[in-house]
């Protein structure tokens, strides 16, 4: 396993959860609004153990993406949605989420596109 098994397994979930909303892929084609477009971010992981036992913590940002001038309801909805899917104790398959997602300040908008940036974490071993 490394780090990218626990960013493919935090991106299937929001594929799989995300109910009305287009999801677009890392390097994949573009969707329509309103709609989350997943990037692979980093994390981290470090070896615990002289047995080679590794933590790892991925992270995913999820741009919410919602068509600008319409105020924020429908973004701050998504949002919220996209939170609820990663409640902190939630197990899902190895990964274990230990802190909510991390909405961030809108971006500025462009091409009519209001978008909020959302940091996705969880935690597992290998």
Not at 3 to 17: F, K, M, N, P, Y
Not at 23 to 37: C, E, M, Q, T
Not at 73 to 89: A, D
Request: charged share 15%; proline share 9%; no cysteine.
């Amino acid at each position: 396993m490394s780090l990218t098994d626990g960013h493919q397994a935090i991106i299937s979930r929001i594929v799989t959860e995300a109910s009305g909303v287009s999801v677009a892929l890392p390097n994949g084609p573009g969707k329509s609004l309103p709609r989350y477009v997943v990037q692979e971010a980093g994390g981290s992981q470090r070896t615990t153990t002289l047995e080679g036992l590794t933590d790892a913590v991925p992270e995913v940002l999820v741009s919410v993406e919602t068509e600008a001038g319409k105020y924020a309801t429908q973004n701050n909805q998504l949002v919220k949605q996209l939170v609820q899917m990663f409640p902190p104790g939630l197990v899902f398959g190895d990964m274990k989420v230990r802190v909510a997602p991390d909405a961030r300040p809108p971006l500025p908008v462009s091409d009519g596109v209001y978008a909020v940036p959302v940091i996705v974490r969880a935690e597992f071993s290998f």
